[in-house]
């Protein structure tokens, strides 16, 4: 006989009693804990029970944090149903509501569920306090560590609560005690309670998962390719051992070996900008992209390395191709690659064993629910292709929100449009990127198959979790003999075993809470080292205000000045992104944005500072970032003439900072020395200076892609007129100088082609 939760706050006979989840919840009443339970087990049946006491004992208002926009719905959705609060009264905050109406909504709310960015962009604004807040649960806390808005959060709760209480809830915190205790310090947790599914308490709840390792054998067509690629390696190690860069046991080197030494190449650059530097970031790009394609051959297959080396060829020849891209394309190793794609007739056998499993799945269960996981997109769209011929199976591809080259996102309410079909048996066949790993309510299923083996302990635990939830489940992993499958299998297991090891070492370290009149005296997380912090080393008496552009808020640059104690003032600014004084504005540009905007007309570099001049008696510029000269393969000598041109002709003072904590220490600094040595006001003022006609005739007729400033120019110079260019044929296009058939085709196709919203 099932026994259900009874309180007076929650619906009768609505949330079953388990005695684990009651110990859990217990736990997480005494202080502020990190509960690590398997997914399907009821983490939020544990946030529940704390919510409903908090509220009942201490009053208030609380807070429930995720990361997505559908998890919010889905927990706003479960937390109606199962408590008896007025509907009214448990609120959804996400960027869809207007600020204003959140921070009218905030005063109203008791429960309130909220993507963290939300709630980190209203604390900046200052439209909402947490002073009442009476607990906060922190969904996927694992989240919690470096610039993630959740860390943030956190920090500004215990600084305003009257009484705060954190629960943050996990599958899977990490293999690495120091990201481990990073979420703990992040979240100021006191203790950690871990739950496994061998725990006598949680064993009667777990259905049992059948693990499964099918293997196969890479084909020699595949290999020939293979081999080919490899060559390609060989030659570019070979050229960045001459440069002076060696890589001891090349071959065997990982992704992240490859992304380290970049690292450090970039590094050295500032401080020795020579050209065998240059030569070998150029050459290690190269060599990451078809270290890329070699693992794409050995675990994806032939359609999907075909679609990577459509992109790399795309990327080579478009504007802004890098110079590693097009020396690729035109090297003989990969131009036979490209022609032995076309002529392969074999796929990996993989997606054959794909379909033989998927296939059986239903003739023995024909209601089965079945997820197919893949690493990359292309994958899983031939997947779904291949699983589409197979009659008892409906697949539906379901990936992220990000477009690529002819690769569109879904959005998330094509997202829940999707799960909500796959719950009903529309589709019964998920095939997934890492998208539906983490948090989404998706229905139990019968089998989750792996289409490879993933490196990331968090994300393999993320996967296995969606089956054997409410039945006997079944795992099937694929691996590829003798490649890069095999060692991302043993890497996974091993950060695996490793995590729960140091989850159940720091269950027994952590200290259990004191208490003394219900005030709490002693927590488990280890102090702080004693090192002053680059802010503290700054701090004086006295106010500092900085005002930020809005367009700044995305950044963690204002979260970590209002950290510091700045009052951060955000501002619509239409010169600059942080004024400091009367006199001083700054204009920030990552390593990033700067590059693009030496090359992207809409963004221009000196138009930018010429208004910060104009109106600032001293605009300051901050480059932010390692890399500057690696960014988006531009001519050295460019970037230095443009830096030359900018300080000299413009008269602005540049600094380069490392990241953006970085960059908020130098602004605290520079606002220091204006408002409290120099006694100057804040003050933002002025306005872009308007662009000359003829300069906005050249940006119009450059808005369209594969046209420049100086081919617009050269158009505008020809016909006399935007309306001339626009209604030259095709003809008519190629008399202009230097315009060629790719150019007026673009344009005919933009000026003729239909409009589609």
Not at 225 to 230: G, I
Not at 546 to 566: C, F, K, P, Y
Request: aromatic letters at 6%; charged letters at 25%; hydrophobic letters at 35%.
């Amino acid at each position: 006989m099932t026994t259900y939760i009874k309180h007076s706050l929650v619906r009768p006979d609505t949330v079953e009693q388990r005695l684990y989840q009651l110990n859990l919840a217990g736990t997480a009443l005494s202080g502020s804990s990190l509960v690590v339970l398997p997914t399907g087990l009821g983490k939020t049946i544990i946030a529940l029970l704390v919510i409903v006491s908090r509220l009942e004992k201490i009053g208030g208002k609380v807070l429930i944090l995720s990361p997505t926009k559908p998890l919010v719905e889905q927990h706003a959705s479960f937390m109606k149903n199962a408590l008896l609060i007025p509907e009214t009264e448990i609120l959804t905050f996400t960027g869809n509501l207007p600020p204003a109406k959140r921070a009218e909504m905030w005063k109203k709310g008791k429960v309130i569920v909220s993507t963290p960015q939300v709630i980190e962009n209203d604390l900046l604004t200052k439209r909402i306090d947490l002073d009442d807040v009476s607990h906060i649960t922190f969904d996927e806390a694992h989240r919690a560590v470096g610039n993630y808005a959740y860390t943030y959060i956190a920090e500004k709760y215990f600084e305003q609560a009257k009484n705060p209480l954190i629960l943050g809830i996990t599958a899977s915190p990490g293999s690495k005690n120091e990201k481990i205790m990073e979420v703990c310090e992040a979240l100021h947790i006191s203790s950690v309670a871990v739950k496994t599914e061998t725990d006598s308490d949680v064993a009667p709840y777990v259905h049992e998962k059948d693990f499964e390792w099918k293997h196969v054998k890479l084909p020699d067509e595949l290999v020939n390719l293979k081999n080919l690629l490899e060559k390609v390696l060989d030659d570019r190690f070979i050229k960045l051992s001459k440069l002076g860069f060696t890589m001891q046991q090349h071959k065997n080197a990982s992704k992240r070996d490859l992304l380290a030494l970049q690292k450090q190449l970039q590094s050295r650059l500032r401080g020795d900008p020579n050209t065998a530097i240059y030569g070998a970031l150029s050459i290690l790009a190269e060599i990451l992209k078809v270290n890329h394609a070699v693992e794409v051959i050995e675990t994806q297959g032939v359609e999907a390395l075909s679609k990577y080396m459509e992109r790399l060829e795309n990327e080579a020849y478009s504007k802004n191709g890098s110079k590693a891209s097009k020396r690729l394309i035109e090297d003989p190793y990969i131009k036979q690659v490209s022609q032995r794609l076309k002529e392969c007739e074999i796929e990996h056998p993989k997606l054959d064993k794909v379909c033989e499993i998927v296939k059986k799945e239903f003739e023995n269960n024909p209601d089965s629910r079945v997820i197919v996981f893949t690493n990359y997109r292309y994958t899983a769209e031939m997947v779904t292709n291949a699983l589409s011929g197979i009659e008892s199976v409906r697949p539906v591809r379901f990936v992220g929100q990000a477009s690529k080259y002819k690769d569109k996102g879904l959005n998330q309410k094509q997202q829940v449009e999707i799960i909500t079909n796959f719950k009903s048996g529309e589709y019964n066949t998920l095939v997934a990127t890492s998208v539906a790993e983490e948090g989404l309510d998706i229905p139990a299923t019968n089998l989750v198959l792996f289409y490879e083996p993933v490196p990331s302990e968090i994300r393999s635990i993320q996967r296995k979790g969606r089956t054997g939830r409410k039945h006997k489940g079944r795992v099937v992993v694929l691996n590829t003999k003798g490649t890069r499958d095999e060692a991302y299998y043993w890497s996974s297991n091993s950060k695996e075993r490793r995590m729960n090891s140091n989850m159940r070492q720091l269950q027994e370290d952590m200290p259990a809470h004191e208490f003394i009149n219900g005030d709490h005296i002693k927590t488990g997380v280890p102090e702080k080292d004693e090192q002053k912090s680059l802010f503290e080393f700054n701090s004086e008496s006295g106010s500092l205000t900085v005002i930020v552009d809005q367009r700044e808020m995305r950044s963690t640059v204002a979260r970590t000045l209002d950290s510091s104690g700045v009052n951060v003032v955000f501002k619509t600014l239409e010169i600059g992104d942080y004024v400091l004084s009367d006199r001083l504005a700054v204009e920030r540009k990552t390593v990033d944005d700067f590059a693009s905007s030496l090359i992207d007309p809409g963004r221009n570099i000196f138009t930018q500072i010429s208004n910060l001049a104009r109106t600032y008696d001293k605009p300051v510029l901050i480059i932010e970032g390692e890399g500057l000269f690696t960014a988006r393969q531009l001519n050295p000598n460019a970037i230095h003439g443009t830096l030359a041109s900018l300080s000299i002709d413009f008269g602005v003072s540049i600094f380069y900072t490392r990241d953006a904590e970085d960059t908020a220490a130098l602004l605290r600094v520079i606002a220091k020395r204006e408002q409290i040595d120099e006694k100057r006001e804040v003050n933002a003022h002025g306005k872009k200076s308007s662009l000359l006609l003829s300069e906005q005739q050249e940006y119009v007729v450059s808005s369209i892609s594969e046209i420049g400033p100086k081919a617009a120019r050269t158009l505008l110079k020809h016909f006399g007129s935007v309306e001339a260019v626009m209604k030259a044929d095709y003809e008519d296009l190629l008399n202009a100088k230097h315009i060629g058939p790719k150019t007026a085709a673009r344009i005919r196709e933009v000026v003729e082609s239909e409009y589609k919203a």
